[in-house]
């Protein structure tokens, strides 16, 4: 029987990105889809800086990152067509590498993925292949492969994750129950093609109007989306008709000025699941939660999750890190997600207000709100930082996403994401090379779970302690203002925390390989 480190089932956008995380450490990796070929239309259309990241981490090539278009920022418009919220786009400079926010073809990033995946020798896919049967056997876990023609077989795999989608098979074999956090709301999701000369927003726009609350969005090249919510009595198979759809776009465009790509109905759905790991089975992106898409997030906390399981997969599986270290998998990303649904929700539910003294309301509130300058208007800002999990309790800097600069490499020098140059280890950054000198025996420890020092200030520095050339300073100004002397930061990217002085660093060296390991506590060196 085929032996993988880790089987993956569903080849969506979060299955692939995990399959390229984990084979870029070096793990083999399975992954398998039920589908023949990629599915051709867009659902996400908004990715942010963090998922940019990861995908840089997947080793998606430039080509895709030069497809994507900045986020020209949103107008929540209110029943009057008043202003009544925004959010800005952000300007440069962009701290993690990243715009805030892009807009992008869905079915050219799983392309991306794909030709991403097969440049890694140690993954194995598949598509036209059903997984029907996982069977934890407490050291391994025995998987069904069914092909199209109903020929099945076996392989196993040390770990199983799912990552297929809102109705996962992986999700009710583990028995993982989902919590429905309630909304469920019927809309209509049209996408077109701007060929004719027609007035549109120029920013993705919010329709606040209980006469017919919608979205309009504008996507890159010529790429626009209408997201339409039912009205109570409308049937949603009868909404999709030819007819229906051009009625519904002429209250927004001249539909003569527009082409048809798709339109889909969706009943959008707020849920999380109550536990995302069963001994061997663990469950990433829509498998684990789903989410209204009105902060464009359910794809984002997808990557998230993959970004988040592949670091410590690699840990259980190369470094021998305790298997109890993937429950915080879920103790990190559960509350995490759940926030960002419990603002997706409440904008659905501004958006959505079909009550008309309720929106008048509403709108006097929201306008009060922006005129004072008391909301953020932002949309980063309802993202969370991590609060739980593998991070340094009460340090304010621990679960915050750390800096990405440019930096010079190599002769002749050229410049590169640092992410690029350092790969997906944990890294200490400091400034001050004395911070980076650790005693042999702690170092010993720093360098088992694959760690890298970093040294960004000017003079000598230990041994085995890279030197990098941050030309702008980035690093040097983060470590400035968040008053520290140096950092930990974790494989995805997330700060683990902060020390002023080698004393407190090492303290905390020591606590985040305990809590990989598992083990209580560490001697001191
Ligand atoms: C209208 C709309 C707009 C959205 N906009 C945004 C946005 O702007 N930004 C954002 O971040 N998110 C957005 N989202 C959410 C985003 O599209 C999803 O969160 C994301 O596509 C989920 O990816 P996934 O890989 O987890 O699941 P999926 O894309 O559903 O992939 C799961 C895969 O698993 C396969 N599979 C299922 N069962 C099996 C099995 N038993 N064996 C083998 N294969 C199996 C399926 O064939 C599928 O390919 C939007 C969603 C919608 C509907």
Redesign the pocket.
């Known amino acids: 029987m085929k032996s993988y480190d880790v089987a993956i089932?569903?080849?969506?956008?979060?299955?692939?990105?995990l399959a390229c995380l984990l084979a870029r450490r070096g793990l083999q990796v399975l992954v398998?889809?039920?589908?023949l070929a990629?599915?051709d239309k867009?659902?996400?259309?908004?990715?942010?800086h963090e998922?940019l990241r990861v995908l840089q981490h997947c080793g998606v090539e430039e080509s895709f990152f030069q497809s994507v278009f900045p986020h020209t920022g949103t107008d929540f418009v209110g029943i009057d067509g008043q202003l009544i919220k925004l959010f800005d786009p952000k300007a440069p400079p962009f701290e993690l590498g990243w715009p805030p926010n892009v807009m992008f073809i869905?079915p050219e990033l799983e392309e991306a993925l794909a030709r991403a995946m097969d440049r890694c020798a140690t993954i194995e896919r598949h598509r036209g292949?059903?997984?029907?049967g996982a069977d934890d056997q407490g050291d391994k876990v025995i998987l069904t492969l069914s092909e199209i023609d109903g020929a099945e077989r076996q392989v196993e795999a040390a770990w199983v994750v799912?990552?297929?989608?809102?109705?996962?098979?992986?999700r009710e074999s583990a028995g993982l129950p989902l919590h429905d956090m309630d909304f469920a709301e019927w809309?209509i999701?049209v996408d077109a093609w701007l060929t004719g000369d027609t007035p549109l927003p120029r920013k993705t726009t919010q329709y606040c109007q209980p006469k017919r609350p919608a979205t309009f969005?504008v996507g890159p090249r010529g790429l626009l989306?209408w997201?339409i919510k039912l009205l109570p009595g409308e049937d949603p198979q009868e909404m999709r008709s030819d007819d229906r759809i051009n009625e519904l776009l002429s209250g927004f465009v001249d539909p003569a000025a527009v082409s048809l790509w798709r339109s889909?109905v969706?009943r959008?759905r707020a849920a999380v699941a109550d536990r995302w790991r069963e001994g061997r089975l663990l469950i990433?992106?829509?498998?684990a939660h789903?989410?209204p898409?009105f902060l464009?997030?359910?794809?984002?906390?997808?990557?998230r999750d993959a970004a988040s399981l592949a670091w410590r997969l690699d840990q259980v599986l190369r470094h021998d890190a305790n298997d109890a270290l993937l429950d915080s998998y879920e103790i990190e990303r559960k509350p995490h997600v759940a926030e960002i649904i419990g603002h997706a929700k409440a904008f659905g539910l501004i958006i959505g207000e079909l009550d008309p003294q309720r929106a008048a309301e509403r709108d006097r509130v929201l306008e009060e709100q922006l005129r004072s300058g008391t909301v953020p208007t932002e949309r980063q800002a309802f993202v969370p930082m991590l609060r739980e999990g593998v991070i340094a309790a009460g340090d304010p800097l621990a679960g915050t996403l750390f800096v990405q600069p440019k930096v010079l490499t190599g002769t002749p020098a050229r410049e590169q994401l640092l992410d690029d140059l350092v790969g997906p280890d944990f890294l200490i950054v400091s400034d001050d090379a004395a911070m980076l000198d650790l005693p042999p025996s702690l170092l010993q420890r720093w360098e088992a779970i694959g760690g890298q020092r970093l040294f960004v200030g000017t003079g000598p520095a230990a041994e085995g302690v890279t030197r990098l050339n941050d030309t702008e300073g980035l690093i040097a100004r983060w470590l400035a203002r968040s008053n520290i002397k140096a950092a930990i930061v974790r494989p995805d990217r997330y700060v683990y925390g902060g020390a002023s002085d080698p004393s407190a660093l090492r303290q905390s060296v020591m606590d985040l390989t305990a809590q990989l390991t598992g083990s209580e506590t560490y001697a001191a060196a």
Do not use: H, K
């Open positions: 089932v569903g080849m969506g956008p979060v299955g692939a990105t398998v889809d039920r589908e990629i599915y867009p659902r996400a259309i908004v990715l942010d998922a869905q292949i059903s997984v029907t799912g990552a297929d989608g809102a109705n996962s098979f992986i809309w999701v969005v989306r997201e889909a969706y959008f990433a992106g829509d498998a789903t989410m898409p464009a997030q359910g794809l984002c906390a997808g990557i």
